[in-house]
């Protein structure tokens, strides 16, 4: 209740984006979900599934709110549905935190700068997983050969050979992962 509260959501909204997160599928094609006397809305129109990598295998998550109103425009422009600017989520606790690498270049993609999808360090289940996730900037070194990387261990092995940089520019975004390899809301 407390976590609700200081994301900024509405019992109400939180209920609505549940209901529609449980009628989603391990494909990424927004269904109907009834709204309660409201209009009908999909999971899309909502906030659209993004596939992204946990330990080799591929899960879905969505983008609700950012603590940078750059990054938020980014991931509003690239979803469709607006992205929530929330600055003190900037502010939250290390142990509120799980992590997400984010590739700023190195092979084409649906990622938010157009390369590779993002790197997840916890699914849910885990005791490390948190749907507030603090950004890791993932950047290909000149000279090294850019491959897709699907796990932390993967991205951590480029760093330590050297392969890659990794940069955390101290931005904030709630990503809760709706299904992952094994399980799903």
Not at 120 to 133: N, T
Request: proline residues 9%; glycine residues 10%; hydrophobic residues 45%.
């Amino acid at each position: 209740m407390k976590l609700i509260t200081f994301l900024g959501m509405s019992l109400t909204v939180f209920a609505h984006v549940l209901a529609a997160c449980a009628q989603a599928t391990a494909t990424p094609s927004p269904t109907a979900a009834p709204m309660g006397g409201m209009e009908e809305a999909t999971s899309g129109d909502l906030a659209p599934l993004v596939t992204g990598y946990y330990d080799g295998g591929e899960v879905l998550f969505i983008h609700t709110e950012a603590s940078d109103p750059d990054v938020a425009d980014m991931l509003t422009g690239m979803m469709g549905p607006q992205v929530v600017l929330v600055p003190q989520l900037a502010e939250a606790l290390e142990t509120l935190l799980a992590e997400v690498y984010v590739f700023t270049n190195g092979v084409p993609g649906m990622g938010p700068f157009g390369f590779q999808p993002d790197v997840f360090d916890a699914i849910p289940g885990e005791e490390a997983y948190r749907p507030l996730r603090a950004v890791n900037l993932v950047t290909w070194q000149e000279g090294a050969t850019p491959r897709k990387l699907r796990s932390l261990e993967e991205v951590l092995a480029a760093e330590a050979a050297g392969e890659v940089s990794i940069a955390r520019p101290g931005v904030v975004v709630n990503m809760p992962i709706l299904s992952w390899p094994g399980g799903h809301r």
